[in-house]
């Protein structure tokens, strides 16, 4: 049995550093134009990048607007410092050598997890030997390919960028060829090649791809890349390729079933729910949402494990569980869940019984494994057609990272996790979901949301290496706070990740004196360049500097507590007064935080909520029930994480 007899979901896996991480130190670039460099410190570059898609086009006979689409679906140009991807791809075209990602792969320490705290089964990262060349599926190993058809050494296609575009378009000609397809310059030709060049093995998940890169070639894009070049796709608005082609590829056909849009590639390869031991079952539980109770939240996740890994492990009756998983390399979605049961991810079992939980392929405390824009993409189509299906608003209140999901007890807080972590990009992933985030009132609002610029927003971190070694100075969401206007300033305490009181840390893991991109918090006070929000019951101050603004102003509903109250309580689940259980079914404890909210402060909320509860313990179904109380709650926006307040206990007053 894992937890107690009335609550008995797991506390969330243990998430640990990967033994061979797909990550390198940033290679030093052949091309000095091409370098890694801090991109504000970078001058902008017209010529460079643009020119060698331009070449490779030419040389290869490939319609240059068709290596830009395939390009940007892989890596939105970014040469990524020479840095592999999650899954091993390099370079612009992310070209694929997964076996050299992995030999040349710093190991890490467990240091890296202190923050963590799980007693839960561990995450299996085995020390195996480096894998055979033949032995890895051909996606992951596009380089070698590359580099004979090229004549290029691997080395040369792994950090020159121009190296790199040269032999993703050699992939596409190739492609092109084995198709039985003619030369041609007309981009509508080459959707075979583009499905191909996925190296996807099943028909959706190709078609998928191609679909997305003409998608890309048809709305054109324009953008600066990381090394501080300026590329250019035009749009081509009347585009419509020959889709026919992709008959010819000999692909299968994925297992149907999965609950997916028509957009993305997705299969059904469905978890067990199956009964073991004395009591015991997994890994997850039947129920009938919506009917049954609400799907209010949507969670995201990384694997801290690769594609295969995650497939074995949702699919044994002993471990934990969610509805879907996306792969890195192509965007590749597969479903182990229907919607209307309840996965065990989240380590709350509130927010598991009322959430969808999605795992990205890729590692929180590697910044340069980065993930590919296909899978970016197919994530935001998927979560856009859940939230449209069930009503979840789209913000950081309901589209949780596991990293705000909160603690349901002080005894759980120092243990719940902190994927997908700093290097998230919430603020491209918002793009893609059709609701950007931005300013909603004034500079001068009672209310922030908070907006850094990703790619320029560097902050420190450390603990993504052995011994508390530094991260790779990277882009990220996070923005630190600072218990005074001064960043010689001690950081923010959190008593519930350190009851003893002591400061938080620049751990990549440690949440405990940081906020994310599109989290929204009331305004304490201002100087100067700096901003006070409350957060976890203190002030807790930011730069933000009109000039290079890290949040801006927002509109919205506030809580305080109520006139003649000095503080009120916070909770990490909302559940059910104790009148509202039938017989049979035990009282869930209330159980506050050690945290309260102060009179005088105020906290962003999203939303009332009854307190609810599944209760569901064993294997028989029969007993399942589904509590709902009078009593209601306020979500909002508390540290970090979100948390709850009694709707009794609090004044709503509007901010702006």
């Known amino acids: 049995m894992r937890g107690s007899p009335t609550d008995r979901r797991p506390t969330p896996r243990h998430r640990p550093v990967r033994r061979a991480a797909l990550a390198v130190a940033p290679a030093v670039l052949l091309l000095p134009l091409l370098g890694a460099a801090p991109p504000e410190s970078r001058p902008v570059v017209s010529a460079g990048l643009q020119g060698a898609f331009t070449a490779a086009a030419e040389q290869y006979g490939v319609p240059r607007s068709v290596l830009l689409g395939v390009s940007y679906l892989q890596s939105r140009w970014d040469a990524h410092g020479g840095a ?27 240091g890296a997890e202190d923050a963590r705290g799980d007693e839960s089964r561990p995450l299996p990262v085995p020390e195996a030997k480096l894998p055979e060349p033949t032995e890895l599926p051909a996606r992951l190993r596009t380089l070698t390919r590359a580099a004979e058809l090229t004549g290029l050494p691997a080395r040369t296609l792994r950090t020159d960028a121009a190296a790199n575009v040269a032999g993703g378009a050699a992939l596409l000609a190739a492609a092109q060829r084995q198709l039985g397809a003619e030369p041609s310059a007309d981009p509508a030709d080459w959707y075979g090649a583009v499905a191909r060049f996925s190296g996807a093995d099943d028909r959706g998940t190709a078609a998928a791809y191609a679909n997305e890169v003409f998608a890309v070639i048809r709305a054109g894009a324009e953008r600066v890349t990381d090394a501080g070049q300026r590329v250019t796709l035009a749009a081509d608005p009347d585009l419509s390729p020959d889709t026919g082609q992709l008959s010819r590829a000999g692909l299968r056909k994925a297992a149907t ?17 199956q009964e073991f031991g004395d009591n015991d079952y997994g890994n997850h539980d039947l129920a009938d949402r919506p009917t049954s109770q609400p799907i209010r939240y949507i969670v995201v996740h990384d694997t801290e494990g690769y594609w295969d890994t995650t497939l074995e492990l949702v699919q044994d009756p002993t471990y934990v569980s969610w509805q879907y998983s996306l792969r890195s390399t192509d965007g590749h979605i597969a479903q182990h869940i229907k919607h209307k049961d309840v996965a065990w991810h989240a380590g709350n079992w509130y927010v598991n019984a009322g959430s969808i939980g999605l795992e990205h392929e890729g590692f929180l405390a590697s910044p340069d494994a980065w993930y590919t824009e296909a899978m970016y993409r197919a994530s935001a189509r998927l979560v856009r057609y859940l939230a449209d299906t069930y009503d979840v608003p789209l913000d950081r209140q309901h589209i949780l990272g596991h990293d705000t999901v909160p603690g349901p007890t002080t005894a759980t807080i120092p243990g719940m996790h902190t994927d997908p972590g700093p290097y998230w990009d919430w603020r491209h992933y918002f793009e893609l979901l059709g609701k950007p985030l931005g300013a909603t009132s004034g500079s001068d609002s009672t209310m922030v949301t908070v907006l850094p610029d990703y790619a320029t927003n560097r902050p420190v971190f450390t603990g993504c290496g052995s011994g508390g070694a530094a991260c790779a100075v990277h882009g990220s969401s996070a923005v630190r706070l600072y218990s005074r206007p001064d960043v010689t300033s001690p950081l923010i305490k959190d008593i519930g990740l350190r009851p003893d009181g002591s400061v938080s840390t620049t751990n990549v893991n440690d949440l405990g004196s940081r906020v994310s991109t599109g989290q929204q918090y009331a305004v304490a006070e201002r100087q100067g360049d700096w901003t006070a929000i409350w957060y976890l019951g203190q002030k807790a101050w930011f730069q933000n500097p009109k000039s290079k603004p890290t949040a801006v102003g927002a509109a919205g509903l506030v809580v305080t507590p109520r006139d003649g109250l000095a503080d009120i309580p916070v909770y990490g689940r909302a559940y059910p007064e104790a009148a509202a259980y039938p017989a049979g079914v035990p009282a869930q404890a209330v159980s506050p935080w050690p945290y309260k909210l102060l009179a005088g402060q105020k906290y962003v909320t999203g939303g009332l909520v009854p307190g609810e509860y599944y209760y569901a313990v064993s294997f028989d179904t029969s007993g399942h029930r589904f509590v709902v109380g009078k009593e209601l709650y306020y979500e909002i926006q508390f540290g970090h994480r979100v948390a709850f307040v009694r709707a009794a206990d609090v004044r709503v007053l509007p901010a702006g």
Do not use: F, K, N
């Open 257 to 273: 079933g999965a609950q997916c849009p028509t957009t993305v590639s997705c299969e059904w390869i469905p978890a067990p729910y």
């Open 84 to 110: 592999p991807s999650v899954t091993g791809g390099y370079g612009p075209m992310h070209l694929t050598d997964a076996r050299t990602a992995l030999a040349e792969a710093p190991h890490h320490s467990e």
